[in-house]
């Protein structure tokens, strides 16, 4: 396996620190829901099995790389929504898999459907040090391939209708310690922080084919500042979308989704860096695959969400 240079072991340990602090962020958040709040779960009342392969920053040696797999459905008349949520993330030497399974209660109101939901599952990290070439091989921050699973869990709750939707969720409640060394009488240690999300968006027509769709995702974690995205979205004839949104400090993407037929979508998404990294990077691309199917025992119901 290829030897990192000097620069190259300074930039991958800078970008583990992050990532033992930073969830991923999907540009196609507004067609996945499930990553970020379990109250998503079964929003459809249909089966809906998504994959998001996500390549990040082009060109930067030892840039993220994520999958995503997400599985949801509802049961009982549309009262109760399940999901499961399997991702492997890659940081330089750090790999992350994770499993989540998602629950949700479904109350039916005049305006939607209002939805409850709880998450549990765990986080499995792995830092393969035997990667870098360091200057010192005692350094015991930088040896071996050390390990580390911790469960979590999350909560959240989701409105939506055929003309919007809203959620607020705390996905990953637990502040797990990933790692804690002693060196020289020094501890080191690194946390989990807590995170909450909040997102909302709407449908606007604009005429029989074309419809308007502004969407917004506002994150905050714990000892760091609010971060946000905001986009806009042309539908058109509900079968082809573009749309481009700004993510504060860091690009502007543009994306796009096309509906095959009943069953099957797919959608991309292109993020242009826009902060320090524009110079050495050639963007993100990020790739979504959908597959709906009606189960044996559905109902149509004129609350649930058409575009979401």
């Not at 940081?91 to 992350?96: A, D, M, N, Q, T």
């Not at 209002?114 to 549990?120: F, I, N």
């Not at 080191?188 to 606007?204: C, P, Q, V």
């Not at 826009?274 to 959908?290: D, F, K, P, Q, W």
Request: charged share 15%; aromatic share 12%; net charge neutral.
């Amino acid at each position: 396996m290829m030897k990192k240079s000097l620069i190259s072991v300074f930039l991958v340990i800078i970008v583990g620190c992050a990532f033992a602090q930073q969830r991923p962020v999907m540009s196609t958040y507004m067609f996945n829901g499930l990553a970020l709040n379990p109250a998503y779960a079964g929003s459809l009342n249909i089966l809906s099995a998504s994959f998001i392969h996500r390549k990040q920053w082009i060109n930067v040696d030892g840039a993220p790389t994520s999958n995503i797999l997400a599985v949801h459905s509802s049961f009982y008349g549309n009262q109760i929504g399940l999901g499961l949520q399997a991702s492997k993330d890659v940081i330089g030497v750090h790999s992350e898999s994770a499993v989540y399974l998602s629950g949700a209660y479904k109350v039916k109101t005049g305006a939607g459907i209002l939805a409850m939901g709880l998450s549990g599952g765990f986080d499995n990290r792995r830092s393969d040090f035997s990667q870098l070439n360091v200057l010192n091989e005692d350094d015991e921050l930088l040896t071996g391939t050390p390990t580390r699973f911790t469960p979590n869990f999350g909560t959240g709750i989701y409105f939506a209708n055929p003309k919007m939707y809203a959620g607020i969720s705390v996905p990953y409640i637990l502040e797990n310690s990933l790692y804690q060394v002693q060196a020289d009488g020094t501890t080191s240690e690194a946390k989990e922080s807590r995170y909450y999300y909040a997102t909302g968006g709407i449908i606007l027509d604009i005429n029989q084919n074309i419809k308007f769709s502004p969407s917004a995702l506002f994150r905050y974690q714990e000892q760091s500042r609010v971060g946000w995205d905001l986009n806009a979205t042309i539908i058109f004839d509900g079968i082809a979308y573009a749309g481009v949104s700004y993510r504060s400090g860091d690009a502007i993407v543009f994306l796009t989704q096309l509906i095959l037929n009943e069953n099957f979508r797919i959608g991309y998404a292109y993020d242009a860096t826009v902060n320090a990294l524009n110079n050495n990077s050639r963007g993100t691309h990020e790739i979504l695959l959908n597959y709906r199917v009606k189960l044996r025992n559905y109902r149509k119901d004129p609350q649930c969400p058409v575009y979401f």
